[in-house]
């Protein structure tokens, strides 16, 4: 492959792009390379360009791919310098990563990545930042449950992603663009890491579980016992079908209930009716709106005293705004010491804002995880002494 011949205008770009590296601009090099794929019709040079953003935190690599596309300027490659590693984490310190010890360069990488997707607007740079960033996520899960690289598949309308030994089966019923399933490992890395972390001692508890990406990743990958709770029929109906495709009725129990701070019937507005879909709210009973469907309503300690469920170890909140009343209905089981974690995706208000502090004052420790709207709640060690 060497000697592939650039347009001018491509080699500009390179030239460019190794302009904003030795500045230590990763943002300039990933938007600049994006833009440089769009100005070339040859794919082995595509190509070349794609695997030269997948290794930007490789000098060698990267400095051997540019030598092949600088037959236009032999200079090119003189102009690189390694700053991308600490571009990277400069970036990511910004997006605001979770205050831990230990992070690994995968990890940092897509959640950098991510940031940028939500940054830039070109559709085909947006697509190889997205692209680059799933694979580095891809690479996160690697480390966290071990064996191969995951690698995602389609046969019709279901998706599979082999991780480890196991193998994830989620099928599209037509909510979901097919990217949402083939960038997997981009869209909540900090989720897919916390669940690695799962053993088959835990009690999951996922509330907001839509069609159950993230419970059946949990039940399939570690044989947590897993509860999905989901309100949206629309939904809940995609989710018992994906419990079903992975053979999971001995380990996951999809339920059809809101969590909330008071128990009894609802009404949950929705948008549409299509899978997938998030953003619904619940309404008192007794609304008029039209776009709205009955559910029943229930607070998590009553469904925990009345033996409903069991009391979990880990929990995962994604609500779409309205977390406040979930977190004012589970006092007692905040501060339950087996409650071990909690992931939590938080919309900002006044109201969410004290439902933190309320968590906190249960006894945990809250940090961003992979964007400053997921934040990952530990139970704080007692000290002695």
């Known amino acids: 492959m060497s000697n592939v011949p650039f347009s001018e205008a491509t080699a500009s770009a390179v030239k460019r792009a190794l302009a904003f590296a030795e500045d230590g601009n990763l943002f300039g090099v990933l938007a600049t390379l994006g833009h440089a794929m769009g100005l070339t019709p040859n794919a082995i040079v595509r190509s070349m360009l794609l695997r030269a953003l997948a290794t930007l935190n490789d000098a060698k690599g990267l400095r051997s791919l540019l030598r092949q596309c600088a037959t236009v300027d032999p200079k090119i490659p003189e102009m690189y310098e390694n700053h991308h590693a600490s571009v990277a984490r400069r970036l990511a310190h910004r997006a605001s990563l979770p205050d ?11 959640v950098t990545f991510k940031a940028l997707v939500n940054t830039v607007d070109d559709p085909l740079a947006n697509n190889v930042l997205a692209t680059v960033g799933d694979y580095f996520g891809r690479l996160s899960a690697q480390e966290a449950f071990g064996g191969a690289l995951p690698t995602t598949g389609r046969d019709a309308d279901v998706y599979s992603t082999r991780i480890g030994s196991h193998c994830v089966k989620l099928r599209n019923s037509g909510g979901h663009d097919h990217k949402h ?13 916390w669940i690695a972390g799962f053993d088959a001692q835990d009690v999951f508890l996922d509330v907001g579980a839509n069609i159950g990406k993230y419970a059946v990743l949990a039940a399939t990958t570690t044989g947590v016992r897993t509860y ?42 929705y948008t549409t009716h299509v899978p ?84 906190e004052d249960a006894g945990f420790v809250g940090a961003s995880d992979d964007d400053a709207k997921n934040l990952l709640f530990l139970r704080r060690r007692r000290t002695i002494g």
């Open 100 to 110: 831990r010890a230990v992070q690994t360069d995968a990890f940092v990488n897509c």
């Open 276 to 359: 997938g879909q998030a953003s619904q709210s619940l309404v008192s009973a007794c609304s008029g709106d039209q776009t709205t469907e009955p559910v029943e309503a229930a607070r998590l300690d009553d469904l925990i005293a009345d033996g409903t469920l069991p009391m979990p170890t880990r929990i995962k909140i994604d609500v779409d705004g309205e977390e406040w009343r979930l977190i004012d209905g589970m006092m007692r089981t905040l501060c339950d010491p087996r409650l071990h974690s909690i992931r939590m995706e938080v919309r900002d208000s006044p109201e969410n804002q004290a439902a933190i502090r309320k968590i």
């Open 181 to 193: 399933y083939l960038l997997f490992f981009l869209l909540e890395p900090g989720l897919v890491r």
């Open 228 to 269: 999905a709770l989901e309100p949206f029929s629309t939904n809940f109906d995609a989710l018992v079908d994906n419990v079903a495709l992975n053979e999971l009725s001995g380990t996951m129990t999809p339920m059809r209930i809101a969590l909330s701070d008071r128990t009894g019937s609802a009404k949950l507005r």
